[in-house]
């Protein structure tokens, strides 16, 4: 071989070798992309005709294990809620009533105060319309939703579903999956909180996608065992309340002996005693059945989150309080305990039921606040929960009755009737009259009037409870109240721990997080000084700060200095030469707002953040418009019409992902600076610290 050909040969082998390695390189590029724009949510659509001209739309999607998709009833305040919109519908179709969903999940949240709603496993949405135009070809539909884990993701789908050429007749079959490419670009980090390599995240991932049908198998299950217990737990405590009111609880010894004195013997007492309680039990269970099969279980949950119906009841609960602490009785016809009583006088099982509802009518006066109260509550959970509630309640109101029958003797130790009775009603009054004011919030939340921010909240709850506290001392009297030479021990214990409990309030008017009533209070940026009263609350911040910030600049947690639009903070990192830090967040990011409170406020990172780089939070989420000459369409055909979209197509084409909460520091060419990690996002404060530094040591 000569050098010529020798000299070929190796050059061959280089540009092999050259090709290998680049399409290596290529491979593994590509795998850290796929890795990183996993969808956890994979939807298909269908129409379905109902009568007539009526057909229903189904959304279907299928959730990636350990995701969650919040549902169109999530309060606002908290994360955001799946929004459907159709936009063809103009002179094509009408839509009839609202969206319809299949079983969610409840859980408080305590990083915004409120219950979020949200799907595991599967969700499905239901859209009834009328279709009023004969040659409508296709329903144009869109879905917005977020879907968390450690991080979350905005996400959209839009759907073009086809109308069969035979509507008119029998049925409309199936048309499903949507063109993919129509479905805006989402991504997903590489999960920064486990150490897995991304060759494991991708395997990860396919054994999701090959066990869906057991993700959807397992959310078929009842949707939170643990909150239909709760219910009923809290319902039974409600119902005990209810049976120490001045209504109810007289009737225990003259209902147990009239059934021991007119039985036969005591087997017949007993077994009468029993029917009775099964009686009570059964009309509660059925006024709860009732009231879901009027409204449906899906309506009383979207009920509950209703401006108006929040408004109604808190008037009702306002009426309810008033009548408990003794301004007048609340009473149904005395025509209807009469006939009751009548029923009652012929004997027999027939008898015993209308003693049943005798007593249920006699002592509405007690029991109706508290019913309407626990009704309510348990329908914001939808499904079965008035049943269970009902359930709960009826129990404790009737497990008496059945007890001291079989054990008559029992019944010397009972209390006797007296203005003890009394104290117990004003009580619950006082607790109606708190309660009454978180459904006002609701409302004002949902408008965003600012009317009931939450100093004013806390404030209201401070005057209640301090009059409580006066009332259990025997400060103030009622209406209704006997004439008391002192207090007993148990209305002294009972002072005592409603005074500490206004003092604990009182902290929360400079900004105090208030761990205890965090259900209840609207958030703590939903108020007048979101730094607390005087500017107190987590950080200190005097009128000369905020006047001495540069243009585009506020202060954001902890009162560190932030911008909100990248180029006035690029701009300011370059004129006092400092790194950069993006914070990709969202308004509605639980985990976003985790990081701030508990990683941000730590004694090492805050003084860092504050000091050593100049941060920029960009919300993908912000839903203001950009103004005409900002909007664009991007290569994939996606529109940006907001601020939010802005970010959004900023953070999939520079870091390709589209999760929050995403940080990455950068120095004034708009490098990264961390070479191990360029981007981090839901961390523990050792992590992120060590990231922090590790970035802000490269800078030059």
Sequence with gaps: MNFTQNHQTILSKNVWTKTILLLLF????????????????????????????????????????????????????????????????????????????????????DVFGVDEIFFEGKARIEQEITIINPNLKTVDAELDYQVCKEVCINSNKKFSIAIPGNFNAAAIPTVSEVKQDETKRVGLAVDTVTKTPVAAKIEDVKAVDNTTAKVVEESEKPASSRSLSSIFFIAFLSGFA???????????????????????????????????????????????????KIFGADALNALSTDVWFNLIFFVILIIFATSFLGAFEIMLPNSWANKADQQADKGGIIGILFMALALAIVSFSCTGPIVGTLLVDAASNGGIAPVVGMLGFSSALALPFMFFAMFPGYLNSLPKSGGWLNTVKVVLGFLEL???????????????????????????????????????????????????QHISVGRLYLGLLTLVFTFYLIPGLWGAPLKLISAFPPPPTYSESPFGVGGSGHAAVSEETIKGLPEGAELGPHGIMVFHDYEDGVAYAKEIKKPIMLDFTGYACVNCRKMENNVWSDPKVLPILKNDVVLISLYVDDKRELPKEEQFVTKAGDKIITTGDKWTDFMISKYKTNTQPLYVITDLEENNLNSSKPTISYVSTEEYLHWLKEGIGNFK
């Design 434 to 484: 708190a309660l009454a004011f978180k459904f006002l919030s609701n409302a004002d939340l949902v408008l965003q009037l600012h009317f009931l921010e939450r100093e004013v909240f806390i404030a209201i709850w401070i005057a209640i409870f301090a009059a409580l506290t006066l009332y259990l001392f025997g400060k103030i009297t009622l209406p209704h109240d006997s004439p008391m």
């Design 26 to 109: 290529f491979f593994a590029a590509f795998t850290q992309v796929n890795a990183q724009m996993v969808e956890p949510v994979k939807w298909t659509s269908k129409i379905e005709k109902k009568s007539g001209n009526n057909a229903v739309i189904i959304f279907e999607g299928t959730i990636d294990k350990d995701w969650h998709v919040y549902s169109q009833f999530t309060p606002d305040g908290g994360p955001l809620a799946l929004e459907v919109s159709f936009k063809n519908q103009k002179g094509n179709y009408e839509l009839v009533g609202k969206a319809k969903e299949s079983k969610t999940k409840k859980a408080f949240n």
């Design 242 to 292: 209810a049976l120490l009111t001045p209504c109810v609880f007289p009737m225990i010894p003259m209902t147990v002996s009239f059934f021991t004195k007119q039985s036969k013997s005591r087997a017949k007492g007993i077994r009468n005693a029993i029917i009775y309680g099964l009686s009570i039990i059964a009309i509660y269970v059925i006024l709860g059945l009732i009231v879901t």
